[in-house]
């Protein structure tokens, strides 16, 4: 009998972890999925390719501010940045950040082979992301993020994936 309120107690606590678990599961997954991309510029902190840092104080005023967080080894990525190379004219009044996690040796291999001179147009910063912190801080959905602020620091557009620089395009002309 004893044996049996034992066996009968543990299933009703290890249903009870299980719900549980399960619900905190589910508010985990809705709160991920109802996250949105910050529609204020946030604080940041990056680094450039030399080890300074640089924030959002350093921001040059009075443009649009377009920040890219990219991977070198991202297809995806790779074609945007070659899209963007292509059409660098209709964003030469826009700061662009372009923001990457990988190691410093590799990135100017990227743009040697994607989107060469790119990076060293006047306007466009590359940027480490050495302390892991545009992911928790802008929320990207997928590789390229894209996002597009006012010179106020509104968020105008926020795009991911294939086709964001082309839908970029629209808004950066207005």
Do not use: W
Not at 87 to 100: R, S, W
Not at 103 to 126: C, H, M, R, T, W
Not at 146 to 159: D, F, H, I, R
Request: hydrophobic share 40%.
């Amino acid at each position: 009998m004893f044996v049996f309120i034992q066996l009968s107690l543990n299933v009703k606590i290890s249903k009870m972890k299980f719900r549980n678990l399960l619900l905190i599961l589910l508010l985990a997954v809705t709160f991920q999925v109802k996250a949105q991309q910050p529609t204020l510029l946030p604080q940041f902190t990056f680094y450039r390719l030399d080890g300074k840092a640089f924030s959002n104080t350093d921001i040059k005023q009075g443009k649009k501010n377009l920040f890219i967080l990219f991977d070198c080894t991202c297809e995806h990525c790779q074609r945007e940045s070659k899209i963007l190379n292509t059409n660098y004219a209709k964003f030469k009044d826009v700061n662009i950040y372009m923001i990457t996690m990988d190691e410093g040796y590799i990135i100017p291999q990227f743009f040697d082979s994607y989107a060469k001179g790119l990076n060293a147009k006047p306007n466009v910063l590359v940027l480490q992301d050495k302390k892991r912190i545009f992911i928790p801080t802008f929320l990207p959905k997928q590789y390229p993020a894209m996002y597009l602020y006012s010179p106020a620091g509104k968020l105008l557009m926020y795009q991911s994936g294939d086709g964001g620089i082309k839908k970029m395009m629209t808004v950066v002309s207005k």
